[in-house]
């Protein structure tokens, strides 16, 4: 059984539409991508995916379970997180702080507890705050707790987001251009990142990206959308070698 499975699924704003007739499916442990040119609906696939949109037509099914329509509280505490495009932080918050939020929807204690603060309710804090520090030290800001997150570099902050999506615990992890902005170094690491957390975290992971350097170098199959249709889907070979692909998107990258 697939992890996710979308069929025939379409997204249509005042008549146009935005994904049309998308069939998508990855399997448990999968590293996918899905690239295509801006405005393909790429970003439109994953506010379906998450329940920031409700689908014009068509079905997604996670876990074997019908979720299109579902609300995003509801697809977060099945186990899909995701990360944006534009890095979207509680700036003003400690880092420390934007992990323990995401780690909230796992907590031991109940509300009467957190308004009475109860001795569990202690517990439960102490307990999150040890989790959100140990995530941080495996991505090397554990030193910048205390740090609002506005002031961390640009790359610290995407890291930043890719941990609070860790936080909620998910076994879907969707990342929307985590590359953007990034200078080759730092899109290199990216990748052996993206590697490590799929191993580490027992994740899936279903990725946007526009820098075909990482895409081709961390992805086993990669679907392309154009008009908000699939026009290919196969491994990296395939798609660069794909005519239609190159004519669509990849152009001269694909030489």
Request: aromatic share 8%; charged share 25%; glycine share 8%.
């Amino acid at each position: 059984m697939a992890l996710l499975k979308v069929e025939n699924l379409s997204k249509s704003f005042s008549g146009l539409k935005a994904v049309s007739n998308l069939d998508l499916e990855i399997m448990e442990g999968e590293l996918v991508g899905l690239i295509g040119p801006n405005g393909a609906g790429k970003t439109t696939v994953f506010n379906l995916l998450t329940g920031v949109y409700v689908p014009t037509e068509g079905t997604i099914s996670f876990k074997g379970k019908r979720i299109d329509g579902s609300p995003l509280y509801k697809v977060s505490h099945l186990g899909i997180a995701r990360t944006f495009q534009n890095i979207r932080l509680f700036g003003d918050l400690p880092v420390i702080d934007n992990v323990k939020i995401a780690y909230h929807q796992h907590v031991s204690y109940n509300t009467l507890s957190g308004i009475l603060r109860l001795p569990n309710y202690y517990r439960g804090e102490a307990e999150i705050y040890q989790k959100a520090y140990d995530l941080l030290k495996i991505f090397d800001l554990h030193e910048k707790e205390d740090e609002l997150a506005k002031n961390l570099p640009y790359g610290q902050q995407r890291r930043l987001e890719i941990a609070r999506a860790l936080a909620t615990k998910p076994s879907l992890l969707l990342l929307d251009e985590p590359a953007a902005g990034m200078n080759p170094q730092e899109t290199q690491n990216l990748m052996e990142l993206i590697r490590w957390i799929r191993e580490e975290f027992a994740l899936t992971i279903l990725l946007i990206e526009h820098d075909m350097s990482l895409v081709m170098g961390v992805c086993e199959r990669i679907y392309v959308l154009d008009y908000g249709m699939v026009i290919a889907h196969g491994n990296p070979d395939e798609i660069k070698s794909n005519p239609r692909v190159i004519e669509a998107y990849l152009g001269e990258e694909a030489g």
